[in-house]
């Protein structure tokens, strides 16, 4: 009888430990797709977005019906919530999102509203999402991470990644920057190495140009995709021209998410380097006055493409 009982018991906190796993009250948690495969709709059982993988980490937003809102990817939609299980992970890119709010939202150093403020965000500010936990929503802006309450923030409509290099107050720089379509920080293409070195790009977004700044204070060029590869894949040269030379020559029918693509006058008088993301557009630190931001590969940097670079080799 002993037995039985501890085996109920273990049944009993076995059972309590799933049906926590995915909560039953509509605050925002995380949860990972338990299928070979999942639908993600732009409606509850409507036309299909995507396909997402077994494993793939999602945000949860409402789970009142079978048909869970989720986001994933930079998308927001909907998908059958008896193939969604719980999971311990809360750091995962979701894309960017936009912040919505009447003036300004507080962006925290911890999940809670007696922490400590990072900055204040503007309505319509644009952050890297990297996570999910106790309901806040883990974002990159600046070059600082930090927390924003789930009720002010969306992923609807957004354009382009956060271009401040401080906090919202300050004047926006560029309007050249695009957002990559396929959400570029969440690359899951042909390997881990390409995804790291991307989602560790991200991570900088909005940090400013510094000439000869090789730091998260400040990049320039080829210092911050020196600084990028030498934490994530290994060292590459510190010099746009000697990132050039040392690296393995491919056209831009040839790019990869990963690969550096460089710019200049000339093979031999190469003056800018980014990295590709993917979709015709890449990350880089383009010039005094600006911030690391994506950009399009077309009109004067594809005039002025001499080439791509490849270190990593899947």
Same mark, same amino acid.
């Given at each position: 009888?002993? #037995?039985?009982?501890?085996?109920?018991?273990?049944?009993?906190?076995?059972?309590?430990?799933?049906?926590?796993?995915?909560?039953?009250? +509509?605050?925002?948690?995380? !949860?990972?797709?338990?299928?070979?495969?999942?639908?993600?709709?732009?409606?509850?059982?409507?036309?299909?977005? *995507? *396909?997402?993988?077994?494993?793939?980490?999602?945000?949860?937003?409402?789970?009142?019906?079978?048909?869970?809102?989720?986001?994933? %990817?930079?998308?927001?939609?909907?998908?059958?919530?008896?193939?969604? @299980?719980?999971?311990?992970?809360?750091?995962?890119?979701?894309?960017?999102?936009?912040?919505?709010?009447?003036?300004?939202? =507080?962006?925290?150093?911890?999940?809670?509203?007696?922490?400590?403020?990072?900055?204040?965000?503007? =309505?319509?500010?644009?952050?890297?999402?990297?996570?999910?936990?106790?309901?806040?929503?883990?974002? @990159?802006?600046?070059?600082? %991470? /930090?927390?924003? $309450?789930?009720?002010?923030?969306?992923?609807?409509?957004?354009? !382009? &990644? !956060? !271009?401040?290099?401080? =906090?919202? @107050?300050?004047? $926006? #720089?560029?309007?050249?920057?695009?957002? &990559?379509?396929?959400?570029?920080?969440?690359?899951? /293409?042909?390997?881990?190495?390409?995804?790291?070195?991307?989602?560790?790009?991200?991570?900088?977004?909005?940090?400013?140009?510094?000439?000869?700044?090789? *730091? &998260?204070?400040?990049?320039?060029?080829?210092?911050?995709?020196?600084?990028?590869?030498?934490?994530?894949?290994?060292?590459? &040269?510190?010099?746009?021209?000697?990132?050039?030379?040392?690296? *393995?020559?491919?056209?831009?029918?040839?790019?990869?998410?990963?690969? +550096?693509?460089?710019?200049?006058?000339?093979?031999?008088?190469?003056?800018?380097?980014?990295?590709?993301?993917?979709?015709?557009?890449?990350?880089?630190?383009?010039?005094?006055?600006?911030?690391?931001?994506?950009?399009?590969?077309?009109?004067?940097?594809? %005039?002025?493409?001499?080439?791509?670079?490849?270190?990593?080799?899947?």
């Amino acid at each position: 009888m002993k #037995s039985m009982h501890k085996l109920f018991k273990l049944a009993v906190s076995g059972a309590l430990a799933a049906a926590m796993l995915l909560p039953s009250s +509509l605050a925002m948690y995380q !949860a990972q797709v338990k299928a070979d495969a999942l639908y993600l709709r732009k409606s509850p059982g409507g036309e299909i977005i *995507t *396909t997402l993988p077994q494993g793939t980490k999602v945000a949860v937003l409402n789970n009142s019906s079978s048909w869970y809102k989720v986001v994933v %990817n930079g998308k927001e939609g909907y998908v059958s919530g008896e193939y969604l @299980t719980g999971t311990a992970t809360t750091d995962f890119s979701l894309g960017n999102g936009k912040i919505v709010c009447d003036t300004s939202v =507080n962006f925290r150093s911890q999940p809670n509203t007696s922490s400590a403020i990072l900055a204040s965000l503007r =309505n319509g500010t644009v952050v890297s999402v990297t996570g999910v936990q106790s309901g806040w929503y883990k974002v @990159t802006y600046g070059g600082k %991470n /930090g927390f924003v $309450s789930a009720d002010y923030l969306t992923f609807s409509g957004v354009q !382009a &990644p !956060a !271009a401040s290099t401080n =906090n919202s @107050t300050a004047g $926006s #720089s560029s309007s050249g920057a695009v957002k &990559p379509s396929n959400n570029a920080v969440a690359y899951t /293409g042909n390997s881990e190495k390409r995804a790291s070195v991307l989602e560790f790009a991200a991570e900088f977004l909005g940090t400013p140009y510094v000439y000869g700044g090789s *730091t &998260p204070s400040g990049f320039d060029c080829s210092g911050f995709t020196s600084y990028v590869f030498k934490n994530t894949v290994g060292s590459i &040269p510190r010099v746009a021209q000697a990132q050039f030379d040392a690296t *393995t020559r491919i056209t831009m029918e040839e790019l990869q998410p990963g690969d +550096l693509v460089f710019f200049g006058s000339s093979a031999g008088s190469i003056s800018h380097v980014g990295i590709y993301v993917g979709d015709q557009t890449f990350i880089h630190s383009p010039h005094t006055g600006d911030v690391v931001k994506y950009e399009s590969l077309s009109g004067s940097y594809a %005039n002025r493409f001499q080439g791509g670079g490849r270190v990593i080799f899947d």
